[in-house]
Structure formats: structure tokens, C-alpha cells
């Protein structure tokens, strides 16, 4: 025979007033940002080269690392999310490229070139004193074209300041000037574009397409980011009280003080840094 259901009453609350409904809003704790929605912390080819180091270290002290709990299948994760990142890096610098209009895809090709050749050169003959190395610390990662021209404009004084120490190599002031005429070409491409509001300016402006790259990316990017800190914490506390084996499984380093972070594109799911 089956039971009969009864029935609870529960006595009525009173309604909160206006005055506990605004101290719940103000307690109420936020919710964090997807990683989706996070810049990388550093240029992705800098936590790649760590992640490709710190596969190849475990491996040689797995051994000793087993204590620890890191295992073969922490290698086999390093692995893969490497080439995951690898691969969604690829993919959102080509929608970032393809979004573009030609005359400023074509700008920014030429721009590009320029930077690496100044940065390149200052980097490998300028003598370092403390004002260059901090001028260069400063020249981060491109993450878009506000961060291209940023470099540039950074990177042209200090080529000039320098140009004795390019005396011999093919960074000569003609060159130099020659990069600061892209410079210009490539804000007036921008400029122009930025008149038509149809087109996309710069990758600042996501296409859907674009913007879900650049969030598979930086999904990609804190996945091994969470693996590989999570590897190296516990080999330290594995060789806590062996300072040279503790040494090969340091951190790798986020950006120091004053170094520029990557700007995040103004669109609807905003990064957030």
C-alpha cells in the first residue's frame, strides 16, 4: 500500500528590506574571468621553450620525480598541450592577418619586418647600459597592431641613439629611416580604415571568428601554464634540499615591473589582464 504523501507548511519569511537587500549586493564576491577571457602573462614562444625544457629535465630525473607525483603522464600532457598551443597560436594569427583589409595587411607586413630588424639588431650589437635594457625590456610580445606601432615608436630612438654600434651591418641610418616611413604608411592605412566603419581596423576590432581563436589560444595558454607550474612546484619540493637540482625546475618568469602587458581587444567577451 503506498504511503500518502503530506504536506509541509513552512512559515512565511518576512521580506528583506531595502536596506539588507543593498548589503547583500555590496558582500556579493565576483565572479572570476575565464581563462578564456585572460592574456597570456608572456609571449607564448617564451612558456613554450620553458614547457620543451621542463619535458626534457623531468624526463632525465624521473626517477626521483615519481616521489613527487609527477609522472609519465604529466610528460605526455606537457606534450600535447604544447602542440595544442602551438596550434591555436597558429590559428589566431591567421585570423588576425585574414581580418584585416589589404592596405593595412600590407602595411603591417612591411612594419613587422622592420621590427624585428631593429629590435634584432639592438638586441644583438647595442651596448646594453642600464636605459637601453630597460627600453627593451619594455618591448613585449605583438598581440595586436596598437602593440606593432608601440614597438616601433619604442624601438626607432634607440636605433638612432645606437647607430655606431650598427657601423658594419646592414642596419644603417638609411635603414632605420626606411622603418620609420612604415611606421608612418602603416598609421595612415590604419587611419583611412578606421574612416569606413563596415571594415575592421585592426585586430582591436574581432571578427567572431577571430575572437573565438584568440579564446581558444588563451585557453590553450593557461592549460599548460596550470600543468607546467604545477610540475615544477613539485620538483622543487622534490629537491628542496638539493639547490642544483631544485635550480632546473624554477617557475617560468612573468613580465617584470613597468614591462607593457598585451592589450586586450575591445569586443563583447573582453580579455582581461
Known sequence: MAKAM??????????PDSTTKSAARKTRVPTAPSKADVLPDVPVGALVLHSERL???????AADLAAAKVTAADLRALSDLITALRATETAWKKTRAAAAPGAVAQARDALTLGREDLVGALRAFA??????????DAIAGVEDD??????????????????ADFVGTEITPAHVDAVARQ???????????RHRPTDAT???????ESLAALRARNEAFWALSQVNRQVCGRARFCFRRDSKRKALFSSYAVERAGVRKPA????????TV
Open 6 to 15: 503530506t504536506k509541509t507548511v513552512s512559515k512565511k519569511r518576512p521580506a
Open 55 to 61: 619535458t626534457r629535465t623531468v624526463a632525465t630525473h
Open 127 to 136: 651596448d646594453h647600459d642600464a636605459a637601453t635594457q630597460r627600453a627593451l
Open 146 to 163: 596598437d602593440d606593432l606601432e608601440a614597438d616601433v615608436e619604442a624601438a626607432l630612438p634607440l636605433a638612432r641613439a645606437h647607430a
Open 183 to 193: 611606421l608612418e604608411a602603416f598609421r595612415a592605412a590604419r587611419a583611412g580604415v
Open 202 to 208: 585592426t585586430a582591436q576590432a574581432l571578427s567572431k
Open 264 to 271: 586586450a581587444p575591445t569586443d563583447s567577451a573582453k580579455p
